[in-house]
């Protein structure tokens, strides 16, 4: 074996320039392999490729080339939107123990007994577009060369020009893939195309001052009174052998693993995007947030390549957010390119209860078809000595 293509010397054995020369300056610090492994090439060692001359190392997106985008027409046929049902006074109260009995340090006594005055049921407005896109990026990368054949049959394809298909529409994925006809093999900038490093720890020497002796060889200590000195037992005249690099004074080169040679290529990184927006209606006390958190009827959704507006909604406001939302998304995401569309509304029940207990007279909200309840000033929030934030 040849070492001085980049292959380490036997165990044991001593680098030439080790004959009363000093090691070079870059065994002197133990490298951030991270850094190095990650630093870029000198100019000029990669190809220029067609298509490809401005390529990085950090990945930047490229924008979809330009492509003719037809508006969508409006559809003919709508569905006529429906409507939910509203809360009996047996669901509240059934709502209202539930919900005292899923809280440890609330009393249930008060859900029982309160006295249930009216019910005013509404509903909340949820309308959600989504706009699945695709996104495409170029990196140089590398990897040891191993001497498998490297194929090239021609001009490189362009980003855009590589087939790929999401896994499912609405789906976010990521998909990595190598550029065909991209592939050379470059010497390791790293290592200098040795295959290897010259050692941190011993600087390149092989071996180490002894800790045992501090390098004097020798080992001392008082007995009787007696100053006794021995030679140290745990070097040779000083000196140990490196247990870096087991005495050769070189490391393997951690970015081509010693193989001197790197195999480079083009890495098409492809992202799949859910780019989701809402906006909520609703009249009551209750929060929006709480809205998004539960079910309800789908009175709504359609899924094309691009959607149009609603326009037929009897709430002017989910009317208004789906224009405002679907003129956005047109040119929100300039480095993708637009796959899918999907808006639904969602209607949602709400019911103030309003009740009494004892001489408090409050309210609490039903919501939502798995009947959640939102009650602030529930009393008998504390039944065993602790106090509930």
């Given at each position: 074996?040849?070492?001085?293509?980049?292959?380490?010397?036997?165990?044991?054995?001593?680098?030439?320039?080790?004959?009363?020369?000093?090691?070079?300056?870059?065994?002197?610090?133990?490298?951030?392999?991270?850094?190095?492994?990650?630093?870029?090439?000198?100019?000029?060692?990669?190809?220029?490729?067609?298509?490809?001359?401005?390529?990085?190392?950090?990945?930047?997106?490229?924008?979809?080339?330009?492509?003719?985008?037809?508006?969508?027409?409006?559809?003919?046929?709508?569905?006529?939107?429906?409507?939910?049902?509203?809360?009996?006074?047996?669901?509240?109260?059934?709502?209202?123990?539930?919900?005292?009995?899923?809280?440890?340090?609330?009393?249930?006594?008060?859900?029982?007994?309160?006295?249930?005055?009216?019910?005013?049921?509404?509903?909340?407005?949820?309308?959600?577009?989504?706009?699945?896109?695709?996104?495409?990026?170029?990196?140089?990368?590398?990897?040891?060369?191993?001497?498998?054949?490297?194929?090239?049959?021609?001009?490189?394809?362009?980003?855009?020009?590589?087939?790929?298909?999401?896994?499912?529409?609405?789906?976010?994925?990521?998909?990595?893939?190598?550029?065909?006809?991209?592939?050379?093999?470059?010497?390791?900038?790293?290592?200098?195309?040795?295959?290897?490093?010259?050692?941190?720890?011993?600087?390149?020497?092989?071996?180490?001052?002894?800790?045992?002796?501090?390098?004097?060889?020798?080992?001392?200590?008082?007995?009787?009174?007696?100053?006794?000195?021995?030679?140290?037992?745990?070097?040779?005249?000083?000196?140990?052998?490196?247990?870096?690099c087991n005495g050769s004074g070189r490391i393997e080169c951690y970015k081509c693993k010693g193989r001197a040679s790197l195999r480079w290529y083009i890495e098409l990184k492809i992202t799949w995007k859910n780019h989701l927006e809402d906006h909520i209606v609703e009249r009551t006390a209750l929060p929006d947030e709480l809205i998004r958190t539960v079910s309800g009827e789908v009175a709504f959704?359609?899924?094309?390549?691009?959607?149009?507006?609603?326009?037929?909604?009897?709430?002017?406001?989910?009317?208004?957010?789906?224009?405002?939302?679907?003129?956005?998304?047109?040119?929100?995401?300039?480095?993708?390119?637009?796959?899918?569309?999907?808006?639904?509304?969602?209607?949602?029940?709400?019911?103030?209860?309003?009740?009494?207990?004892?001489?408090?007279?409050?309210?609490?909200?039903?919501?939502?078809?798995?009947?959640?309840?939102?009650?602030?000033?529930?009393?008998?929030?504390?039944?065993?000595?602790?106090?509930?934030?």
């Open positions: 074996m040849n070492q001085g293509q980049g292959y380490p010397p036997p165990q044991g054995s001593t680098p030439s320039y080790h004959q009363g020369a000093p090691p070079p300056k870059e065994a002197l610090a133990r490298p951030n392999e991270e850094v190095e492994a990650s630093a870029p090439p000198p100019d000029g060692l990669l190809d220029s490729l067609p298509g490809y001359t401005n390529i990085g190392f950090q990945g930047a997106f490229l924008p979809p080339p330009a492509y003719s985008e037809v508006a969508p027409a409006e559809p003919q046929n709508r569905e006529a939107i429906r409507s939910v049902v509203t809360l009996t006074e047996e669901q509240a109260r059934e709502a209202i123990i539930q919900f005292a009995a899923e809280h440890c340090c609330y009393g249930k006594g008060p859900a029982v007994e309160m006295k249930l005055n009216s019910l005013e049921s509404s509903s909340a407005f949820h309308y959600t577009l989504e706009t699945f896109g695709e996104g495409r990026s170029t990196k140089w990368k590398s990897q040891p060369y191993r001497g498998e054949g490297i194929i090239v049959t021609g001009p490189p394809p362009g980003a855009w020009d590589i087939q790929a298909q999401p896994g499912a529409m609405f789906q976010p994925s990521k998909l990595k893939v190598e550029v065909p006809n991209t592939a050379s093999v470059k010497p390791c900038h790293v290592c200098h195309a040795r295959g290897y490093k010259f050692c941190y720890s011993c600087m390149g020497s092989g071996r180490r001052e002894c800790g045992m002796c501090n390098g004097t060889g020798r080992r001392s200590w008082y007995e009787n009174g007696e100053n006794i000195e021995r030679p140290c037992g745990s070097c040779n005249f000083g000196w140990c052998t490196c247990f870096v959704e359609e899924t094309y390549p691009r959607v149009w507006p609603i326009n037929h909604f009897p709430e002017s406001e989910i009317n208004a957010a789906s224009n405002t939302l679907v003129s956005k998304h047109k040119s929100a995401f300039p480095t993708e390119r637009i796959l899918m569309q999907r808006h639904r509304v969602r209607i949602v029940p709400v019911t103030q209860v309003a009740y009494s207990y004892k001489d408090m007279n409050s309210c609490f909200f039903v919501y939502g078809f798995e009947h959640r309840v939102h009650a602030p000033d529930y009393p008998a929030k504390c039944c065993c000595g602790c106090t509930v934030i």
